[in-house]
């Protein structure tokens, strides 16, 4: 399936909607700036075209390109359309331990949003650590039909013992 992309990740929704998702982004990172949430919410949107496009193939967020992916799917009808437009739904597949990060799917996610003609944001797709560009709210990576292998662990002060 081929979609027409515009040159700009960002005119993939309409502005009232971009404002709208970057506020979300904003409201969980309170000490934010707007344009900092806004850089994110752009780079979520050239990965969910990314993931929409190239259904099949494994790909994930940076851990702050996920925080604005979080902020789109937030918005759920306009997600949905979203995704539709784009070729297939890209669902959320959550999990967190960043031993995990494995960076041929940075690099492959990168690499597939080049393809679609749209400049990366470099600062946005690094490894997480605590000195991140930014700090963000979620915690989360995305496993299935990726090489990320996410192990369950028990939560604290919950026990399996019977």
């Known amino acids: ?3 027409d992309l515009p040159v700009i990740a960002r005119a993939l929704i309409p502005d009232s909607q971009f404002t709208s998702c970057r506020s ?19 780079e979520g949107l050239k990965f969910v075209a990314a993931s929409a496009t190239h259904p099949t193939t494994g790909l994930a967020p940076s851990r702050i390109v996920d925080e604005g ?19 297939s739904f890209v669902h959320h597949f959550p999990g967190y331990d960043p031993t995990n990060f494995d960076p041929p799917i940075i690099d492959r996610t990168r690499e597939t949003i080049a393809a679609l003609g749209y400049p990366l944001d470099d600062e946005l797709w690094g490894p997480p650590s605590d000195e ?9 990576q995305h496993a299935p ?13 919950n026990s399996c013992a019977r």
């Open 145 to 157: 039909d990726c090489t990320i292998v996410i192990t369950p662990k028990p939560k604290p002060g």
């Open 132 to 140: 991140t560009l930014a700090s963000v709210a979620a915690k989360c």
């Open 1 to 3: 399936m081929s979609v």
């Open 69 to 87: 992916w979080h902020a789109l799917i937030l918005h759920t009808a306009m997600y949905a359309e979203l995704c539709g437009r784009l070729g």
């Open 24 to 42: 979300t982004v904003m409201d969980a990172n309170p000490h934010m700036s707007e344009e900092m949430a806004g850089r994110i919410v752009e």
